[in-house]
């Protein structure tokens, strides 16, 4: 077998869209979302495989800035649109893809790769490590009530159109990207994909929902959401789909739930990705009859130990070496002495001095944002303490004030 591996040119974008539609079981996207995806296309960091005048293998990445503890805004590559096809498993095409594609960003200057994964297995051999987690609710709101904050009651809720609603979502969006770690804040044409509405994915629901939330005149919120009618021999028991939700304060957002909750004809709310510290927990009267799951999200890994490390803050002053193991980006593997002072300030560099801890760059990947935890990692054998009480050191420092979180897929 001869292939190639070349960057994916304009001209070859619906042959290269479509081998990985079919790597993905063959369904095609709606016409929306498939022009969506090729509007935000980077053609200078998409990458295709191609054996003879067929196209084998993908993989992509989008150029953004993710959240990191204490608020910095980090060149980060959002890897993306990875397929190979089922004629040509296990010939090593995916490593070649992540090889070219992990170079790639180091020359770029990237600190930090993230993906979405469709199975976590494949990419912790690359050192990406699952960094954050989403939580999943099905609400029973016929026995469930809300305990809302003063000032609930001086929000006010109105519907909007799809073409308002894109502006105002998106203003709401990025003055929230600081605050929490795991987000990436957006380019040009983004902020179209979380309104784009086929109805062959709505799954019986209603066409989307926009509802904003103003206080004297200023947008504080919005939540998307669609309907899934549904009777019984009592009833209704509809069903309320919350795609998106997201406020600037706690009133605001309280008035966004009460609302979803008095949606005539319905029993349920589901909500599949929200963070796992999201205050609605506190808000409701019996989180049992929530039905809450998790599961992973974002995974992430460093490309460039060092700048990474020096990008966030920490909780306290730190004065620690690593010694990381990674065998995929060599130029990582190492020692490494991590400092901050008491602002969070960091220093990472190169030392020879003696380690404190040794773990790979995929445990590091997973504690980077501060939602998993190092002492955790330890306790699971993936992280060795070579000094007594370096674990504790790191766990406290690394942790982040909320939960790591992905808003929106990409």
Not at 57 to 66: Q, V
Not at 104 to 110: F, I, N, Q, T
Not at 296 to 312: K, Q
Request: net charge negative; glycine share 10%; charged share 25%.
């Amino acid at each position: 077998m001869t292939t190639e591996l070349r960057v994916l040119q304009p001209s070859e974008w619906n042959q290269w869209f479509s081998s990985l539609e079919l790597a993905f079981g063959g369904s095609q996207e709606p016409a929306e979302q498939r022009e969506q995806y090729r509007s935000v296309t980077e053609y200078e960091r998409s990458i295709g495989i191609w054996d003879g005048d067929d196209v084998v293998a993908t993989t992509g990445a989008f150029t953004f800035r993710l959240a990191v503890p204490g608020g910095a805004l980090v060149p980060a590559a959002g890897v993306t649109m990875v397929s190979v096809a089922s004629t040509h498993r296990r010939r090593g095409l995916l490593t070649s893809m992540m090889r070219r594609q992990l170079d790639d960003v180091r020359a770029l200057g990237e600190p930090i790769a993230v993906l979405t994964a469709s199975e976590p297995e494949i990419y912790g051999r690359f050192g990406y490590g699952a960094a954050t987690r989403q939580m999943s609710l099905a609400i029973d709101t016929d026995r469930v009530r809300l305990s809302v904050p003063e000032g609930t009651d001086g929000v006010r809720l109105r519907y909007a159109r799809k073409d308002e609603a894109v502006d105002a979502c998106e203003s709401v969006y990025a003055r929230l990207v600081p605050g929490r770690p795991g987000t990436p804040a957006h380019g040009p044409g983004w902020e179209r994909k979380s309104l784009i509405d086929p109805e062959s994915s709505r799954a019986g629901g209603s066409a989307l929902q926009c509802l904003l939330a103003e206080r004297d005149g200023e947008l504080v919120g919005y939540t998307n959401y669609h309907i899934k009618p549904d009777w019984d021999n009592a009833g209704p028991k509809g069903r309320i789909v919350v795609s998106d939700l997201a406020a600037l304060d706690p009133a605001a957002y309280a008035a966004l739930w009460r609302f979803l909750f008095a949606i005539d004809l319905t029993s349920t709310i589901e909500a599949r990705n929200r963070p796992t510290d999201d205050a609605v927990l506190h808000l409701v009267s019996d989180v049992r009859r929530c039905d809450i799951r998790q599961r992973d999200s974002l995974h992430l890994r460093l490309v460039d130990v060092g700048a990474a490390l020096e990008a966030r803050t920490y909780r306290g002053p730190l004065d620690l070496v690593f010694e990381v193991e990674d065998a995929f980006c060599p130029w990582n593997a190492g020692r490494w002495r991590l400092t901050a002072d008491a602002k969070g300030g960091a220093s990472c560099k190169r030392t020879e001095d003696a380690a404190d801890l040794a773990l790979s760059v995929r445990e590091l990947g997973t504690a980077y944002l501060g939602g998993e935890s190092l002492g955790s990692l330890a306790l699971a054998g993936r992280v060795r303490e070579l000094r007594a009480g370096a674990v504790a050191e790191a766990s406290s420092a690394f942790v982040s004030d909320v939960a790591p979180w992905l808003p929106r897929g990409f």
